[in-house]
């Protein structure tokens, strides 16, 4: 260990920079403040001590007790700059700090609905939980594609939402596997005369808020962890004519009259549907810089070890670190340059990503997300931040595979 500890020293002195500068040159101030205040925090509370070895299930229950306690200490949030250090400060913590059910939370709060008033309350404090699900077996990246439908019943003015086969069962569902009790579903609504209107949002109850018993209809179960994300329990659910009330349709996408025709706002179902992925775009957002952490983690850990491990050398007295070889230095300086080029970009995105959000509307209570995806294109930045950040750690995280349907 001494000898090791003595080999990085030996490099950090030949260093020809400030540290400090070198962290303020590639991260405004206010982020690495902030994001170094709630570690401080973190680290002064046993919650989130590492807990070592445990099971999956006492993995997953410590991790609700996290996300709740996250709650208490409401840490500062109002700017682009605090929101951006608080999701890297909480995912360089751990990755499962980051809970499908914010983005939960978040949707209902945009749909701006009344009657969604108390359920918000109540999933804000963690007395309930909920999941977003949108991918199925069959069809994932292709979501015009999904095969869940809500058809709206003009009878009992409501939608029968239903999973047609297996491969229409909704999967790898963060939150789903044992604890979500209501779920923001994507599905085909369909109309009594049969024509499909395109993907929407549903608010879809899945278990029994107290017993968290599935409800009849629904058929949901756990498909184990994520690699990566060990703390969330992944599942899957499948309906069987499943009736929702109608004002559980999320807007943003079109509407049925009582008759059962359907209205939308949209010139075309191609502006329909991005105005239904809009959620994703801001989790997309999110996920560069969870791979860029991914890869400063990894080329730490590689650079370091390359400076303490040492083979051959000009004497049999006297071995090289393996970093002062060149085939060493081509392998990892190329990345160590992109991890120094992302880092700086990731911020830039987040905060360009927040206004063009807020500026698309003034109310701030509804995407309006044509405008917003066309300004930044954040599902191909995404794929730009894979290839150059996920690739050379891949198998470290866990949502590239599935964004990007690899």
């Known amino acids: 260990m001494a000898g090791s500890i003595n080999a990085l020293d030996a490099y950090r002195k030949r260093a020809s920079f400030e540290v400090a500068r070198l962290k303020q040159l590639i991260e405004p101030k206010e982020i690495i403040e902030h994001r170094e205040s709630i570690w401080e925090t973190l680290a002064r509370d046993p919650l989130f001590f590492d807990p070592g070895e445990v099971l999956s299930d006492e ?22 700059a605090e929101r951006y250090a608080y999701s890297t400060a909480l995912f360089a913590h751990d990755v499962s700090n980051l809970s499908p059910h914010s983005m939960f939370v978040d949707v209902l709060k945009r749909a701006n609905k009344p009657h969604f008033a108390s359920l918000i309350e109540t999933a804000q404090n963690y007395r309930v939980l909920g999941c977003f699900a949108l991918t199925e077996i069959a069809h994932g990246s292709n ?7 809500a058809t709206y019943d003009p009878n009992t003015q409501g939608f029968i939402i239903h999973s047609p086969d297996i491969e229409a069962a909704k999967c790898w569902v963060g939150n789903l596997g044992k604890v979500a009790s209501f779920a923001i579903l994507f599905a085909q609504l369909c109309t009594p005369d049969g024509a499909h209107h395109g993907v929407h949002q549903f ?9 968290l018993k599935t409800l009849p209809g629904v058929i949901a179960g756990d498909m184990g962890v994520k690699l990566g994300m060990n703390g969330v329990s992944n599942g899957f ?21 009582s008759e059962g025709n359907f209205v939308s706002p949209h010139k075309d179902i191609a502006r329909q549907h991005v105005a239904m992925l809009a959620p994703l775009s801001a ?15 990894a080329i730490s850990i590689a650079i370091r070890y390359s400076a303490c491990r ?21 392998r990892l300086f190329p990345h160590l340059a992109a991890a120094f080029v992302w880092t700086h970009f990731c911020p830039t995105l987040f905060s360009d990503y927040t206004h063009a959000l807020e500026a698309s509307d003034p109310v701030k209570q509804r995407y309006t997300p044509c405008r917003v995806e066309q300004r930044l294109w954040p599902d191909s930045l995404q794929e730009m931040v894979y290839r150059k ?3 050379p750690v891949e198998g470290m995280g866990t949502w590239q595979p599935i964004s990007l349907g690899r």
């Open 389 to 391: 950040a996920g690739r």
């Open 310 to 330: 040492r083979q051959f050398g000009p004497s049999p007295q006297e071995e090289l670190p393996i970093l002062e070889y060149q085939l060493q230095q081509w």
């Open 59 to 80: 993995y997953q229950k410590l991790m609700i007790k996290r996300n709740k306690r996250l709650v208490e200490y409401n840490f500062a949030t109002d700017t682009p």
């Open 237 to 257: 659910v499948m309906f069987n004519n499943y009736w929702i009330p109608y004002q559980n349709l999320l807007p943003g996408g079109g509407e049925v009259t």
């Open 203 to 211: 608010l879809v109850p899945l278990r029994d808020t107290h017993t």
């Open 283 to 297: 989790g997309r957002v999110t996920i560069t810089s969870f791979q860029i952490g991914y890869l400063r983690a």
């Open 143 to 149: 979501s015009k594609a999904l095969r869940t439908t």
